[in-house]
């Protein structure tokens, strides 16, 4: 198979299970509309997520780092995936609660103004505009890697996986590996450097499955896979 051709195929893939992540949370948006409240859910991860989507779709523009479509393609749906689920938060959530996602919004619009305005204004090479905005995706990449660490120390302090379903797991190592490769195949440090620690991170909590599977208490299995969804995409 041509170079080219496979890593457009592996980008489809990828597209694919990553588009499955983004709507792993959407049980807990039917809940929420079923029962016209917000509950106990937080907003912060879909929050934190549309503005990795966002740095992530302009790294993709030809204008920053050429022939990265499949790139644009997935952030873009990952983008008005959030995008709705916030407009859900805002519909039944408390003004105070509103208040706060529209505060935190409109900083997140800011900052990644100042992003673009500076890229295209200070850097006029696709290498400085894309070493520039690729480390900002990283950073923010690597910071949404907190959640995960807090879900693992629950799980070695509770010896349960409840937290922490096996799907999401496999899921998200299969979805690491793909975008892994993807970045291999026409080098790609800044896709590459997120994954590989994605990777190494579900490696970890499939190990952590294996060995506390047996000693978890399932009661109330389904709250705790909701939580998780949530705070997986922190």
Request: proline letters at 4%; a positive charge.
């Amino acid at each position: 198979m041509d170079h080219d051709a496979l890593r457009t195929l592996v980008g489809i893939l990828g597209n694919i299970i990553a588009l499955i992540l983004f709507l792993s949370p959407l049980p807990t948006f039917m809940k929420i509309v079923k029962a016209k409240s917000v509950q106990a859910y937080r907003p912060d991860p879909y929050v934190a997520t549309i503005l990795n989507c966002g740095m992530w779709m302009f790294y993709s523009l030809p204008i920053v780092h050429p022939d990265s479509l499949l790139v644009f393609t997935i952030n873009c749906a990952g983008f008005t995936i959030e995008i709705v689920f916030i407009t859900i938060f805002l519909i039944y959530s408390t003004w105070g609660g509103r208040k706060k996602i529209i505060i935190v919004l409109v900083m997140e619009a800011l900052f990644a103004a100042a992003v673009v305005v500076v890229t295209l204004m200070c850097f006029h090479t696709y290498a400085s505009r894309s070493l520039v905005v690729g480390m900002v995706c990283v950073f923010f990449n690597i910071l949404m890697y907190a959640a995960p660490l807090t879900v693992m120390k629950m799980v070695i302090k509770t010896k349960s996986v409840k937290f922490m379903p096996l799907s999401l797991s496999v899921a998200t190592f299969a979805s690491s590996i793909v975008w892994s490769a993807y970045a291999l195949l026409q080098f790609d440090p800044f896709i590459l450097v997120p994954n590989a620690l994605g990777t190494l991170f579900s490696i970890v909590q499939l190990i952590l499955y294996a060995t506390y599977y047996s000693s978890t208490d399932w009661g109330d299995v389904e709250q705790g896979e909701v939580q998780m969804l949530s705070i997986s995409k922190a």
